[in-house]
């Protein structure tokens, strides 16, 4: 069953639709505690209004700088689009910024970098705007397609013949029904029909003006949170506005809120498989974001936290 409900999954995701600055070193001579990190970015030129360097160069050189990691920078524009095979396989956590070449992206790289996260071979850290990134909402459909395996009996899990209806991937009315959501309806010899709405991945509002958000750290115990105040400013980022339309986080790490009133999840960790996702939603890449120490934090903490047990 659970076989099934992942190859549902990807095949549902499917139908959605400046070379490295720091090297890979020799696996061979890679201490056993780095975390072997590759930040994947589709380089916009919009970018270098913040990030001379685009901004996947920068977040790779603070990572390699923090200590502890082994670093490489990658662009949609590298080989294979800067996934190889061998790449992905010395790889323990993936961050992806991605923001409008999301369709650019192949679906079976992402299928793949999906199928490896669902294994624990790794981790995904997807950064604002990457909500909508084919990696991130395969994840999320798989997840959906878990949670609603859980929500069966053992003798319905069975019987149960699931319909999945791909997410419109756009932004939503306050109207509109919360997805993911499905129905199930037991049938007289007692099989089960399970009609899954798959998850949107996005949210009501999105306005970039630049206004401050308010950083509030919910769950201080928590690993990503490590180092963090209970409260902080970002000073200018986008505003993402009403409710996260994904499956239910295990754990909701940090709020965000605007002086509109507006609101937002603003760190979310999920378990998908065997693997671990993180998402942070502050960004918008002519913004300082990540320049800010506490946004960084956060980042750090996430690659330790989604690496593979045992990193």
């Not at 913040?50 to 977040?59: I, S, V």
């Not at 319905?156 to 499905?182: G, L, M, Q």
């Not at 949170?225 to 993402?240: C, M, R, S």
Request: net charge positive.
């Amino acid at each position: 069953m659970k076989k099934f409900l992942c190859i549902m999954a990807g095949a549902f995701a499917l139908a959605l639709v400046s070379k490295p600055t720091v090297s890979v070193a020799d696996t061979s001579a890679r201490k056993v505690a780095d975390i072997r990190v590759v930040v994947w970015d589709e380089r916009q030129e919009a970018q270098k209004t913040a990030y001379p360097n685009y901004l996947g160069n920068f977040l790779a050189e603070q990572l390699s700088a923090a200590g502890g990691f082994k670093v490489t920078s990658v662009g949609l524009n590298d080989p294979n689009q800067g996934l190889t095979s061998e790449i992905l396989d010395n790889t323990d956590v993936l961050v992806w910024w991605g923001h409008q070449k999301h369709g650019d992206v192949k679906d079976e790289l992402a299928m793949d970098i999906a199928k490896r996260v669902q294994a624990g071979k790794l981790g995904l850290v997807a950064l604002h705007s990457a909500h909508f990134s084919k990696p991130f909402t395969m994840l999320m459909d798989a997840r959906t397609l878990e949670d609603v395996e859980k929500s069966l009996t053992p003798e319905e899990r069975k019987k149960a013949k699931i319909i999945t209806h791909p997410a419109r991937r756009s932004t939503v009315k306050p109207t509109d029904p919360k997805t993911p959501n499905w129905t199930k309806i037991v049938q007289a010899d007692g099989s089960v029909t399970v009609d899954v709405n798959l998850p949107v991945c996005c949210f009501y509002t999105v306005h970039a003006e630049g206004l401050p958000s308010h950083i509030t750290t919910l769950l201080p115990k928590h690993a990503i949170a490590k180092g963090l105040p209970a409260n902080f400013t970002i000073p200018h980022t986008e505003v993402y506005g009403g409710v996260f339309q994904v499956p239910t986080p295990d754990a909701t790490i940090f709020g965000e809120k605007w002086d509109t009133n507006e609101e937002f999840t603003a760190g979310c960790a999920w378990k998908v498989g065997k693997g671990r996702v993180f998402y942070y939603r502050p960004g918008h890449e002519t913004f300082h974001v990540f320049q800010q120490k506490e946004n960084m934090t956060i980042v750090e903490n996430a690659v330790k936290y989604v690496a593979p047990r045992g990193r």
